[in-house]
Every structure is written in C-alpha cells, then in structure tokens.
C-alpha cells in the first residue's frame, strides 16, 4: 500500500525566512509525488510535481521541492516566505505500478498548516 | 486555462431532500473524480470517471449517485443524506488516469455541503 506522512501539522515561519514542509512517501515502486496547496474555503490547488529525471523541481510561486530517493522524501521548499503563502499544503503520492485502479490513486498526507509571520 | 468550476458554491439540505452538485471543465480532460473532505483534513476520493465511465467508486453510500453525461461535465445526486455527510465536496480533472499517466489532477473551489 502507498501511504504519505506529513510529520508536522503547522510550521511557522517569519516572512522573509526559508521554508520547508516536509514529506516523506512509502510506495512499492517509483512514486509520482506532488504538492498541492489550500486556501481557506478554497479547493486544492497544484504547485509541483515529481515524475523523473532532476531531483530539484521547480513550481509555482516560488516554490521548489526535492526529490530524495534513499530517505524517500519530498520535501517542499521557498527560499523566501511570504504572509500570503500562509495555507494548508498537502504532499501526495501515486504509484503507478500498482495494478488496476490502484495505479491512478493519489494518495494524500494529512496536510501542513504553514503559518508565515510578518 | 486549468480551470474546474463547481455550483453552487453552498448548499444546505434537510435529510429528505434531493439535490445535485454540478461540476465543469472545458481542459479537454477525459479523466474526472469527486472528493468529500472535512475540516482540515485532505480529500477522501469517492469516485472516478473514466472517458465518461466510472472507473472508481469507493465504496460510498448509495445517497450519492454520480452522473457523467459528457466528457466536460461530472454531477453528484443527493437524496436522503446524514447530517455526518457535511463537508466540502471537491472536483478534479485530469488529462488521463491511466496507470502510467503523470498527470496532475486540477481541482474545483468546492461545494460546502450541509446536511440539517
């Protein structure tokens, strides 16, 4: 079975900071990852994905997130955080070589509220 | 455009009623799915369409009853609903769902169900 771990509920950070959400992933063969991002009363919305070829991912507003095979993690990154970046992120997996329709399911982590202070 | 519409953006509902949750996208995407998901929690799948076919239905209540009538367009029936069902109901499309399809799913802002 697939599975995410989001290992911290909120992260706080001052504007102007780093951040990092992290994420780590369980599949049986190589993961499709991706990071979603959540307004309040809002639906998801996609900011990056990891499929292959370089471990560094680039997305949208800023953001980035790294791939790490061995210590199966996928951790999202800003080098600069803003307070509108403030909002619940989700990591999830899809393993595609799971048989039938299990190889389409995203399975989604628990979410991360990032809180970014002024 | 990577946009999923969904109407209406709130609903209320006795346990009696019947009422339906509509959902769109013209990305030319074949591949759409429901998700139910409570506060501050991440989105449960609850079914998936296939070109119009439902691939996917995990193992949800017959009060919801998905409809498919074209490939831009998803419905979701409501009848005799529990007050536990509230939550916010999310669309997605994706361009595929086959196995091997990369694919990032594009959400819907949702509609905000509550059952009284």
């Not at chain 1, 290992?7 to 049986?28: F, H, R």
């Not at chain 2, 209406?8 to 030319?28: A, D, I, Y």
């Not at chain 2, 498919?68 to 769902?97: F, M």
Request: aromatic share 12%; net charge positive; with cysteine.
């Amino acid at each position: 079975a697939q599975s995410v771990a989001q290992p911290e509920d909120q992260v706080n950070v001052a504007e102007g900071n780093p951040l990092t959400v992290k994420c780590t992933y369980s599949v049986s063969g190589n993961p499709y990852l991706f990071w979603y991002v959540q307004y309040p009363n809002r639906g998801l919305q996609f900011l990056l994905k990891y499929i292959t070829g370089d471990n560094l991912v680039k997305g949208s507003y800023g953001f980035e997130a790294e791939f790490n095979k061995s210590q199966t993690s996928f951790h999202l990154k800003k080098p600069s955080a803003l307070v509108s970046d403030s909002a619940l992120y989700f990591c999830a997996v899809r393993d595609p070589q799971r048989s039938g329709a299990g190889s389409y399911q995203l399975t989604f982590g628990k979410g991360t509220k990032l809180s970014v202070i002024p | 455009d990577t946009e999923v519409t969904q109407t209406p953006k709130h609903l209320v509902m006795g346990m009696t009623n019947k009422k339906s949750l509509k959902c769109e996208q013209h990305m030319g995407h074949r591949a759409m799915y429901w998700y139910k998901q409570k506060a501050k929690k991440p989105p449960e799948l609850m079914f998936v369409y296939s070109y119009e076919k439902l691939s996917i239905n995990e193992s949800v209540p017959s009060r919801f009853s998905p409809e498919c009538p074209n490939s831009s367009l998803l419905n979701l029936h409501l009848h005799a609903l529990q007050p536990e069902d509230s939550a916010l109901y999310l669309c997605a499309s994706s361009r595929q769902v086959d196995g091997v399809s990369s694919y990032e799913q594009y959400f819907g802002p949702g509609t905000r169900l509550t059952v009284t």
